[in-house]
DNA sequence: TCGACGTTTCGCCGCGCGGCGAAGCGTCCG
DNA sequence: CGGACGCTTCGCCGCGCGGCGAAACGTCGA
């Protein structure tokens, strides 16, 4: 049978069925941000009890998109890796709004900037990425989206050392809520924790939502970040 | 219950469950390449009876993922629009195998060029699009990516005549063999189609794969789409 | 050493789903 | 007009899954 595809049939449906539960879907969802938690706070995230849970967590670990780490008594999950959360990401696109019908305004900071899998994405993450792009501080080579020389003593001047990113990678991501891309992968990563360390983006002590903050927002004005 | 992500877990979920059978599998990924095909078709497609099949392209159109169009007798089915197609191509994220572990011989060709729901993916796809943006042939703008005049007159120069698509607007599209993106929405399925007008590209009689002719890629060449 | 904690495994229950053949409906052509 | 075709609906069957409580296991701290 001729199945010229990405995944045949049986792959794409068992990466289905592993989706195909609230329980588990919640769970997911709850370790998009990157971040590893132990099977009891996500037994309770996601409204079961802690043996529905760990059957659960079992089938997701067994089917590789949950990674595992044992410290002490806790069972410590997180998503496997960074295309997990990008799958998770994309799956938006089906079932996104057209861009002209936009999400509530409580999600309005979540469009504006929000943490990918600990990079940054949003608007201000969609707007950062292009602009290194037009300024041609970004460099699409066989191996990704590398940081030139250029773009490195851009974001320095700009208070935003950063040691040691010429050998880092990027990959472009698909930000579900501006249809276009931002900085993903170890660069993406990276920038992100540097703009966290500098002070230019802010966490929310709920959710993805990060907040940049006024000296940011002005430091990536300068840098020809806009934002509208 | 904090669920700062694109989607909340029934929808995920509910997506999840549309996929997770091989027979519904089978028949969207049948229809990746954005062409309709009546019932009958997609039951032998799939393997099932004309009644099963019914039940499943029943449920896939309820949940959003196919249209519909009847034509006398045959009831054609299709991928709802180009997001569906982009979610199951990006559903390979989660899968695909690292990079250096490339796909059997086999599906070079698919990875070489390949059409992906009516523009050009694959190796040549990425590398077309990673030309036009070193040129600067493509501006990303608010509404998308679009084609300057200056990449409009490239193309045209060597022969691949492009009325109105200064109008047109392209999406990034991400490449699920080569991880990056590609040129889609409405502006790749117009060069695509252009260039299978113009003979560059030819389609094969099975599959997505697309073969590229000698004298596309030497027309591509001359433009600096390099395969490597 | 023992009790508490976090988590997993076991056993059970009820429900939903995928498969089919037969019948029925709408379209088409001789 | 009637038979054939494409497809859907109906009724049926067997199987797998999600939920739980209780018991068990491994870790930890007093």
Known sequence: MDEAAPLNRYQLAELGSLLAEPARAAMLLVLVDGTARPAGELAQAAGISPATASAHLRRLFDGGLLALQAQGRH???????????????????????????????GDAQLRRARCCYRHLAGALGVAFCATLLQRDWLHTGSRGLQLLPAGVDALAGSGLP???????????????????????????VTLTAAMLEAGWLRPLPRGRALQPSADGLRRLGLLGVSLD
Do not use: F, I, Q
Request: glycine letters at 6%; hydrophobic letters at 45%.
């Open 162 to 188: 950063l040691p040691n990113v010429a050998k880092l990678y990027g990959r472009s991501c698909l930000d579900w809520t501006e249809r276009r891309m931002h900085l993903g992968g170890p660069l993406g």
């Open 75 to 105: 069972r410590y999950y997180r998503l496997a890796d960074e295309r997990v959360a990008a799958m998770l990401e994309s799956l938006s696109l089906a079932r996104a709004p057209a861009l002209h019908a936009l999400p509530a305004k």
